[in-house]
């Protein structure tokens, strides 16, 4: 009977998470009709779901603000129809755009993200239950409703296959229809069935009993589950600790070097600030030592840390520029450090402040004209343009090709385009016009290849021929492939032999002591017409002495991938359809793959 019971109250859960939140609803089924849309068809309609999923947490949002505030039917149906007013704006905004760009992403992504903080936040303003009461309770229903629709949907998938594998076939789409209906219907609405009411005006329209059965399942609902208390207290915050005293033996140790310029650093600190903030607001649910410890010395240990961080990016800006990424570290670091002074002297009790920060610094971000897209794109684009004009490169809204420019200004040129182009800012910057192509027309427009960072800081260089690129074989008659591997231990050293004027001749690669080793040709009697010094060829395609980044350029046309060397006997010409010369720390790898044309004197 228990377990009847049971079913019956996670049922009449999701029922009154039905009528509590319609206009939610309606939004999360118009999502999964869209969602099944866009899979069946396969076309693109994410404007669309972002528009539903915008419409679906500001519904839960205000929805829990007229709880909290009001009483009347009247101003309901005034919050439903503000829900619908702000959500077809951010559809008008969206839908001017032909593809949603990462900085439509992202604005989206925050704008979401302070919307749910502020459904935690704003049913406990000025209310006898304390922030960190309504975080736990939000943070048990997240973790429920998480593992309920993971079971669902494995035993669904479970189905699936057994039905694809033993009576008929299945589409596999099918997976993605059921991912579809649990993750954006089942999961959401389940997760609001567990959220309570909390205390408000709201409560005067209810009968007195269905109010004490609201307040029995709101204190149930702030409790720390024993285990969760346990995994926080003993294994979690002493975890952190070890780490904590990692991060400050490395910041003292390094304070005068490599810290100030360590870019590994910034997201581990950025994601220390997170993990202390979101243990704080746990641990203020927990009564025993080990949290005592961690509310009153953590904050303050945090403050110093987060700080150094926020200088370190700060002076990080005048090598590299300002990303919107490092726009949201030095904001965020900024708001550890306010919440870091909050924590360190308030009472625990007053962390729901913690949640208005959150929230203000969220919307500050996205908010022209200081939010972190204009700002970066501002700077990048200055960066740029600064340095061609530096270099003598623009004139008249025009790049003037040049390949002599430092290995320096080279790096701050192709960061900053590599940027703008990644940001889809490019078409917007008059001297590179509107179908600018990093890949295709950034050596033609600059006169270099372009930079790429790499996470192992070695200068390695990839370069490929164009295949729709016209190869001009006028006075060559012989031709052959040359596959060139530096660390291959066991090779043929023939590649190939020819007859020209009655004679036969033999084209081998030889290992030398130098690095690359050779390319030899002879006559039938042995004596040597050419020796091509693959080192040499490689060093031709190197373009940047730098050994902190990589280069790339994805086509290069006949003439870019050619490598021409002649005497009085004979002419060869390597023409690269692919390069690899990758630099590590033991040394250089030259691989690549070559046509040889060859013409005997």
């Not at 490092?326 to 308030?346: C, E, H």
Request: hydrophobic residues 45%; glycine residues 6%.
């Amino acid at each position: 009977m228990k377990f009847i019971d049971k079913i019956k109250e996670k049922l009449s859960g999701l029922v009154e998470a039905l009528s509590r939140y319609p206009l939610t609803v309606a939004f999360l089924m118009a999502a999964v009709v869209i969602n099944a849309m866009a899979i069946q068809q396969e076309v693109d309609y994410t404007r669309y779901l972002l528009t539903f999923l915008m419409g679906a947490f500001l519904g839960i949002t205000l929805q829990g603000a007229w709880e909290r505030f009001y009483d009347r039917t009247s101003v309901r149906i005034v919050a439903m129809a503000l829900c619908l007013t702000l959500t077809l704006g951010y559809f008008l905004i969206v839908r001017q755009y032909t593809s949603i760009s990462m900085e439509i992403g992202i604005r989206s992504s925050v704008a979401i993200f302070a919307v749910f903080i502020a459904f935690t936040w704003i049913p406990v303003i000025k209310s006898e239950i304390r922030y960190n009461q309504s975080f736990m309770a939000t943070f048990k229903a997240l973790f429920n409703a998480l593992l309920f629709s993971g079971v669902l949907f494995i035993g669904i998938t479970l189905i699936i296959t057994a039905i694809d594998l033993l009576l008929f076939d299945v589409s596999d789409k099918a997976y993605l229809h059921s991912l579809n209906c649990v993750g954006m219907l089942f999961f959401p609405i389940y997760f609001l069935s567990l959220i309570p009411i909390y205390p408000g005006l709201s409560n005067k329209n209810r009968p007195p009993e269905k109010v004490i059965n609201d307040r029995e399942k709101l204190v149930r609902s702030c409790q720390c589950p024993k285990f969760l208390e346990v995994l926080v207290s003993y294994i979690v915050i002493p975890l952190l600790a070890a780490y904590t005293i990692i991060l400050i033996i490395y910041i003292v140790g390094n304070i005068t070097g490599d810290f100030w310029s360590d870019n590994r650093l910034e997201s581990m600190l950025v994601s220390f600030a997170i993990v202390v903030i979101f243990i704080y607001i746990l641990a203020s649910s927990l009564e025993n030592k080990v949290a005592e410890w961690f509310l009153k010395i953590f904050p303050k240990v945090l403050v110093p840390i987060v700080l150094f961080q926020i200088v370190a990016s700060v002076l990080q800006i005048q090598e590299v520029g300002l990303t919107h990424g490092r726009y949201y570290a030095i904001l965020f670091g900024i708001f550890a450090v306010v919440s870091g002074l909050w924590m360190s002297f308030m009472p625990a009790r007053n962390n729901g402040v913690i949640a208005a920060l959150l929230i203000g610094f969220s919307l500050f971000s996205i908010m022209p004209p200081v939010d972190a897209f204009t700002i970066s794109r501002g700077n990048q684009v200055n960066r740029l343009t600064n340095t061609l004009v530096e270099n003598k490169m623009l004139e008249n809204e025009q790049v003037n090709p040049n390949g002599s420019v430092s290995e320096e200004d080279k790096k701050i040129i192709s960061d900053a385009v590599d940027y703008l182009a990644m940001m889809a800012y490019t078409k917007e910057i008059s001297y590179l016009g509107e179908n600018f192509d990093v890949y295709e027309d950034f050596y033609s427009t600059f006169g270099f290849y372009r930079y790429e960072d790499n996470q192992y800081r070695q200068n390695s260089i990839y370069l490929s021929l164009n295949q729709q690129s016209p190869i001009d074989i006028s006075g060559y008659e012989t031709f052959m492939v040359l596959n060139y591997y530096q660390k291959k231990e066991k090779w043929d050293p023939l590649i190939g032999s020819f007859e020209s004027g009655g004679k036969t001749y033999r084209l081998s690669r030889e290992k030398t002591a130098e690095q690359g080793g050779a390319l030899v040709l002879v006559d039938e009697t042995g004596q040597e017409l050419m020796r091509i010094d693959m080192k040499a060829v490689f060093d031709h395609f190197t373009t940047s002495l730098s050994d902190n980044y990589q280069t790339s350029k994805d086509s290069m046309n006949a003439d870019e991938a050619s490598f021409t060397i002649e005497n009085d006997q004979a002419a060869i010409s390597l023409i690269a359809t692919s390069l690899a010369i990758e630099k590590t720390e033991a040394g250089t790898i030259n691989n690549g793959d070559f046509y040889v044309l060859i013409q005997i004197k």
